[in-house]
């Protein structure tokens, strides 16, 4: 489970880094598949970026271990990255 947290919480940096000025909805959109939805809905999601295969292998086993946490936590990693989307930090 600490694997898991720790990816997650590089995932939220890098999304979230102050080099970024705006973000990409699409990538909004996988990381809210990540934490919600299936692997299914996951895999869909970045299709449209061409991942190659070692990146869809890293995706799908970062999906099993963020399917291994309680739902209660998937729910306060998508508010909490709903929260610094909408920080003035972020603006």
Known sequence: ???????????????????????CPGFLHIIENVFMGTLS???????PFS????????????????????QKARDSVIKFTEKIVKSSLCN
């Open 41 to 47: 809905s996951y895999e869909t999601a970045v299709e």
């Open 1 to 23: 489970m600490k694997l898991t947290a720790t990816l997650s919480l590089v995932t939220l940096a890098l999304l979230y880094s102050s080099a970024s000025a705006e973000i």
């Open 51 to 70: 991942p190659d295969q070692d990146m869809r292998d890293a995706g799908t086993q970062l999906k099993k271990l963020v399917d291994t946490l309680p």
